[in-house]
T-cell receptor, first 115, second 113 residues
C-alpha cells in the first residue's frame, strides 16, 4: 500500500518568512495529492491540491509542487502570518480506476509563525 | 449546512466497555473513512468504505469494527476498549472515482481509563 513520509515534524518561522513542507510517497499509481490544514480543536480542511498531470499550482500565498519521477511533493507558504500557525498534512491517493480507496496521510507538520 | 457530523464530541470510557462512535454525512459521498490522530503519528486510517455495503481495513484496524448499512452513516465500534485506544477519532467522506477533497468531521476525543 501507499506510504507517505512528511518533513519536518515541526517548523518555526518569523512572520513574513516563507515555510516549506516536504512529502514523499511510495505508490507510483497515486495521482492526487491534497494538503490539509488543521487548526486547534478542529478537523482537517483542504487548502490546496494537485493532480499528477500538473507540476505546480498556486493559490495566493500558497503553492504546491509535484515531482512524479522522484515521487515527492511540497507545500510552500510565502509571507507567513500568525494565522498560518496550524498542523499541516499532506496526503496521497489513487483517485481513479479500480483501485480507488484509501487516502493516506503524512505524519503532519506543526507550523508556528511568530509575530 | 451540509457536512459531516460526529458524536459524541468527547467521551471517557472504562476499559473493557463497548463504545460506538457515530458519523453521519449528508453530501451523498460514496467513500467514508475513520482515522485516529495521535501526537507524532499523524492521521492513521482505521477502516474505510468505498460504497454502502462494503468496508475495508486500513493501517490500524485491530480492536475496531465498522458497518456501512447506507450511504450516510458509518459507525465505528470498539468492542472492548483498551487504554491504547485513547485518541482523537476523525470521520471523513469524499467522492470516489475522482480527485476530490475529503471532508472531515470535528472529531471525537476518546479517553479509555
Amino acid at each position: 500500500g501507499e506510504n507517505v513520509e512528511q518533513h519536518p515534524s515541526t517548523l518555526s518561522v518569523q512572520e513574513g518568512d516563507s515555510a516549506v513542507i516536504k512529502c514523499t510517497y511510495s505508490d507510483s499509481a497515486s495521482n492526487y495529492f491534497p494538503w490539509y490544514k488543521q487548526e486547534l480543536g478542529k478537523g482537517p480542511q483542504l487548502i490546496i491540491d494537485i493532480r499528477s498531470n500538473v507540476g505546480e499550482k498556486k493559490d495566493q500565498r500558497i503553492a504546491v509542487t509535484l515531482n512524479k519521477t522522484a515521487k515527492h511533493f511540497s507545500l510552500h507558504i510565502t509571507e507567513t502570518q500568525p494565522e498560518d500557525s496550524a498542523v499541516y498534512f499532506c496526503a496521497a491517493i489513487n483517485a481513479g480506476g479500480t483501485s480507488y480507496g484509501k487516502l493516506t496521510f503524512g505524519q503532519g507538520t506543526i507550523l508556528t509563525v511568530h509575530p | 449546512i451540509a457536512g459531516i457530523t460526529q458524536a459524541p464530541t468527547s467521551q471517557i470510557l472504562a476499559a473493557g466497555r463497548r463504545m460506538t462512535l457515530r458519523c453521519t454525512q449528508d453530501m451523498r459521498h460514496n467513500a467514508m473513512y475513520w482515522y485516529r490522530q495521535d501526537l507524532g503519528l499523524g492521521l492513521r486510517l482505521i477502516h474505510y468504505s468505498n460504497t454502502a455495503g462494503t468496508t475495508g481495513k486500513g493501517e490500524v484496524p485491530d480492536g475496531y469494527s465498522v458497518s456501512r448499512a447506507n450511504t450516510d452513516d458509518f459507525p465505528l465500534t470498539l468492542a472492548s476498549a483498551v487504554p491504547s485506544q485513547t485518541s482523537v477519532y476523525f470521520c471523513a467522506s469524499r467522492e470516489t472515482g475522482r480527485d476530490t477533497e475529503a471532508f472531515f468531521g470535528q472529531g471525537t476525543r476518546l479517553t479509555v481509563v
